[in-house]
């Protein structure tokens, strides 16, 4: 796939095949074209040449009823009408289905997404009554909600703190697992996505510097080429951990 911004500016070639299941992490510096790269492949910004496919779906040429049951994307950016209550917007997940008349099935699939990320007691509240951390986890409900099998979000730990922070990736892999589904995740903390990804693909210059399985990308040379800064990779008490300060 190619998204050409200018001569000077874009994104790819990129040829990559992500793994059904588990977790995938897209990190790399600022301007690699992490973000870019996942609204492409939710279909929310068009490419230029090369096909993106979905479960066998051409995301291109696909209806969007057809692909919005398939995967469902979070946004860094997100403009709710504020005054919908947490238990709304993520009943809005189901949308695709629905059209707004929720039925009881329906309302069980919001009931697990509000358990997922621990906000039954929020469910009353306005969206503008909450914290930033707290609005995030609600669009990721909401998200969760829409039940597809391949979840697409874009910095979902934006205005988290790191004890939320933690608990958000803690339900991503419970998600994952017990959820089966297949989550994309751009990610700018590297450890982040070497605890809790299965596989991550770093990005540099629009392109794909380097893929695998975390532990095989968690080394200190790759980072260190991928951030153009020094990186030592040592052993934590949970896995490698990325030193950089």
Do not use: W
């Amino acid at each position: 796939m190619l998204k050409k911004y200018s001569p000077e500016v874009c994104i790819g070639p990129v040829d990559l095949h992500i793994p059904d299941g588990g977790i995938t992490a897209l990190v790399g510096p600022n301007g690699a074209g992490k973000s870019t790269l996942l609204t492409m492949i939710g279909r929310l910004l068009g490419l230029d040449t090369g096909v993106i496919e979905i479960a066998g779906y051409d995301v291109a040429r696909t209806k969007s009823a057809d692909l919005t049951r398939v995967v469902s994307v979070l946004q860094q950016e997100n403009h709710f009408v504020t005054r919908l209550t947490v238990r709304q917007l993520v009943g809005f997940g189901r949308f695709p289905y629905t059209h707004g008349r929720l039925s009881a099935a329906d309302e069980e699939l919001v009931d697990q997404a509000l358990d997922f990320l621990a906000l039954r007691d929020l469910e009353a509240r306005y969206l503008d009554e909450l914290s930033g951390g707290q609005r995030q986890r609600a669009y990721v409900a909401m998200v969760l909600a829409q039940d597809t099998e391949y979840v697409l979000l874009d910095e979902p730990l934006n205005n988290l703190d790191m004890r939320h922070s933690v608990q958000m990736m803690r339900h991503l892999h419970r998600a994952a697992r017990e959820l089966g589904r297949t989550i994309v995740i751009v990610l700018h903390d590297i450890n982040f996505a070497g605890r809790y990804a299965d596989h991550i693909c770093a990005m540099k210059d629009g392109r794909v510097a380097a893929f695998g399985p975390s532990d095989e990308i968690m080394d200190s040379a790759v980072l260190t080429e991928v951030f153009d800064t020094p990186v030592d990779v040592v052993q934590g008490p949970h896995g490698p951990l990325a030193v950089y300060y």
